[in-house]
């Protein structure tokens, strides 16, 4: 409902009266920012200045620290002041551009009137202090705009309840200040705000959503039960905004405790993880640590291993069929991602435990220091019952102890005489101080071998250092042997046929040879961790996941045993699982199994925002799913192009882009894999400019290009054009995933060629719900 002259007037007129407030706010703030700007170079200026340094003794030394630190103190302390006004400052001038986006206005139980609360990007206070004029979209009582209709309502705040009804409800749309447009809605956001956001361009980084929150995906966003959140959101739900703006909401909800350095996402490439840099920034907040899953392994696993890139595991899955040792490793690749591997590999640890550990001698100048057999025997003299971790960490003890003994016998031998001759005249001196200081007398003959011995230790400790290390970081486990093993090993596992099992054996340490597969780098990681322990960061508050169906149960254990204080949110799309051609599937049990039940909530989202009706129509049916809601968003019905020969299905693309160019400022041609991303790019660039998109690029521009379908996964485009959606291309049941993923990422228009016959996945789809041109 439109308002009424009057009511527009007195919108516009609170406007203005809010914009002066802000202009004022930001005249003061400026001030003050640059007066600590000029304080900070001041202090960093003359920071030596004001430090006497004097180390002539320890007491002048500490008092040197002293004044150091107290230096150093008001440095930092003018800097944490800076950043905070700074970021106050970008806020208040992204108010200044969009005071606010909502209204509600709400009578407290009991209470005559009801407040307007105005919702928008951060709050701001009259200038009394008294009064909010906004109210930042965070705040519980703004949760009544996303969720509240009107009538009687309540929300929750400090664990108390405040019930009420709401009495009115509006949108605004504001830019630059001006009010460009407001109407009263009886229902949480109206449709038509959303269309106008839906229906524009795609853009190169995505976007905030805060004004169009849907009160589903605010459920989500503010969820705190559970240690672990997860939600199965259809393709195009939010469920990427989602993850967003609940980042967002946590670090404004616990904005005294936790800040962005403490929150991890795992996003499925770099592509992406620059595709939503902007989104907290928009938000006015600072970007969480982002990672990936082949990122993290490669941390993690020693640094002279080399992982498969899981992209060239994926494209073996779809290119190599004709390959002898295909099924084998694919039915590796499967068994290898569930817990029943975990399991197997557990067994096999306990049994290392009485045999089976591979040692490496320790080398120190060529010879054996500790032999392979010297370790073992250290090892069978811990305790059994410990577990293996345990018992390393005891064996890395009695070694260093061992080198601690060797080390005094090492002095006398020769070598160490020779390079104390060759010693700097500088450690003479500090050896000479510091037995000055235990009260040695020039001249003795005694002094004379003090003097010796602790040149000698000096030697030594120096050249056994590097042995300490391997000691103490048990480099002399060989776990990658260890892990070879695991495929010698005696047993087979329950699930297993034995043929079968011995196969992958077979295959496995075959591959073992080149590089690690990126199907074992997990298990490698995780028997590894069995050895040496788990390398976790205790600092993360919360993990996220985007596209969490792609990962396996297994990976998914090593994450959360990774981040032992942390809470997960998880998102993903059981229909878009483009590893399920691989991997074995994650589904609903392997979140609740993580924490359990009852430290689980699961959401679902039905409804797809991202493309028009038409699209999301056509879309579900590939899936055969149709609990998917289409968003009410006209557009033309998807077209479906057949192509006589190789030449016209070139002539019939380019026709198709060129058209599209004169509407559309971001299109892609969405191939299967990245071979045939390169092999399309090739034959069309003499005829459009344009941009082919490979595992390394992290980020691209508006215009044309070619992209394989993994790479495409999480973004969107205006408009899409698949590439050969013949039967030779998607006809396994898997792909049929692979092609709805490719659909789904077109906002506004969808068009598909092929060249021989259509995929079944098509054919199946009633005829009405495209337009196919022979
Ligand atoms: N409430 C909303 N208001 C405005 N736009 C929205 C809303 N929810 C989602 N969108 C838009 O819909 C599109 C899809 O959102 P998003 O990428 O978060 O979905 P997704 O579920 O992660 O998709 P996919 O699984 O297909 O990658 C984006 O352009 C996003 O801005």
Request: charge should be neutral.
């Amino acid at each position: 409902m439109t308002l009424s002259h009057f009511d527009k007037l007195k919108e516009q007129q609170r406007i203005k009266d809010v914009m002066i407030e802000i202009t004022k706010r930001l005249q003061r703030i400026t001030q003050k920012t640059s007066v600590l700007q000029q304080d900070i170079v001041e202090i960093r200026k003359t920071f030596w200045d004001q430090v006497t340094i004097n180390l002539d003794d320890t007491d002048e030394a500490i008092e040197t620290l002293a004044s150091l630190n107290q230096q150093a103190g008001v440095l930092s302390e003018r800097e944490r002041t800076h950043r905070h006004t700074a970021k106050e400052m970008k806020v208040l001038k992204q108010l200044k551009r969009s005071p606010y986006f909502g209204r509600v206005d709400f009578c407290e139980e009991n209470q005559k009137k009801a407040e307007e609360v105005y919702v928008g990007l951060a709050s701001l206070l009259d200038h009394q202090e008294t009064h909010f004029l906004i109210y930042d979209w965070r705040s519980p009582i703004a949760s009544l705009f996303y969720d509240s209709e009107i009538g009687e309502t309540e929300y929750q705040a400090l664990d108390r309840k405040f019930r009420g009804e709401v009495q009115g409800k509006r949108q605004y749309l504001i830019k630059n200040g001006v009010l460009k447009h407001v109407f009263e809605t009886r229902l949480t956001i109206r449709d038509e705000r959303l269309q106008t956001v839906l229906g524009k361009q795609a853009d190169t980084n995505m976007r905030s959503i805060v004004a169009t929150i849907q009160k589903e995906q605010n459920a989500i966003i503010r969820d705190e039960r559970s240690r672990m959140l997860m939600v199965q959101g259809v393709a195009g739900s939010g469920k990427t905004s989602v993850v967003m703006q609940r980042i967002a909401y946590l670090l404004y909800r616990y904005r005294k405790g936790l800040n962005a350095d403490q929150i991890v996402l795992f996003s499925p490439n770099l592509l992406f993880s620059q595709y939503i840099r902007e989104v907290l920034p928009e938000l006015g907040e600072e970007n969480m640590q982002q990672t990936t899953y082949q990122v993290y392994l490669n941390r993690t696993l020693p640094a002279d291993i080399r992982v498969e890139s899981g992209y060239d595991q994926l494209e073996f899955a779809l290119t190599g069929v004709r390959d002898p040792h295909y099924k084998t490793r694919m039915a590796g690749i499967q068994y290898k991602g569930t817990p029943n591997f975990m399991r197997f590999i557990d067994c096999y640890v306990e049994e290392l435990g009485n045999r089976g550990m591979i040692f490496s001698d320790i080398l120190f100048q060529g010879r054996a220091l500790f032999t392979a057999q010297d370790i073992q025997k250290l090892f069978d003299q811990t305790d059994l019952q410990l577990r293996l971790k345990n018992r390393m960490q005891l064996l890395s003890q009695l070694l260093l102890q061992e080198l601690y003994r060797l080390q005094e016998e090492m002095k006398k031998e020769a070598w160490v005489e020779s390079a104390v001759e060759l010693l700097d005249k500088a450690v003479y001196q500090q050896v000479y101080q510091e037995l000055q200081k235990k009260e040695y007398r020039q001249g003795d003959q005694d002094d004379f071998e003090a003097e010796y011995n602790q040149l000698a230790s000096y030697v030594v400790k120096r050249e056994l250092k590097p042995i300490k290390h391997v000691i103490q970081k048990l480099s002399f486990v060989n776990v990658w042997e260890t892990y070879d093993q695991l495929f010698q090993y005696n047993r087979t596992p329950e699930e297993l046929d034995c043929s079968v099992w011995r196969e992958i054996c077979v295959d496995t340490r075959q591959r073992l040879q080149a590089f690690l597969p990126y199907e074992d780098a997990t298990s490698f990681l995780y028997l590894f961790a069995s050895i040496h322990g788990y390398q976790t960061n205790t600092s993360i508050r919360h993990v996220f996941i985007d596209e969490v169906q792609d990962y396996t149960p297994f990976q998914l254990y090593m994450i959360k045993k990774m981040f032992p204080f942390s809470k997960m949110t998880v998102v993903g799309d059981f229909n878009q699982a483009l590893h399920g051609l691989t991997q074995s599937a994650v589904d609903l049990a392997s979140f609740t199994s993580l924490y359990g039940e009852n430290q689980t909530s699961i959401f679902s989202l039905k409804k797809s925002y991202r493309s028009t009706g038409p699209i999301m129509l056509f879309a579900r049916e590939i899936v055969e799913d149709d609990t998917i809601e289409p968003f009410h968003r006209d557009g033309k019905v998807p077209t479906i192009t057949k192509a006589q020969d190789s030449r016209s299905f070139l002539e019939k693309m380019i026709g198709c882009i060129k058209k599209l160019q004169q509407q559309h400022q971001t299109i892609a041609i969405i191939c299967k894999t990245a071979n045939e991303s390169k092999a399309i790019f090739s034959l069309l660039q003499a005829h459009i400019q344009m941009t082919r998109i490979e595992e390394k690029n992290e980020s691209f521009d508006q215009g044309v290009l070619a992209i394989p379908i993994y790479l495409a996964k999480g973004i969107e485009f205006d408009a899409v054009i698949v590439h050969d959606v013949s039967s030779i291309q998607f006809s396994r049941p898997e792909e049929r995933k692979w092609l709805y993923v490719a659909c789904t990422r077109a906002m506004h228009e969808l068009h598909l060629l092929y060249e021989g016959e259509l995929t079944p996945f098509i054919t199946q789809i009633p005829s009405d719900k495209y337009l196919h041109i022979q």
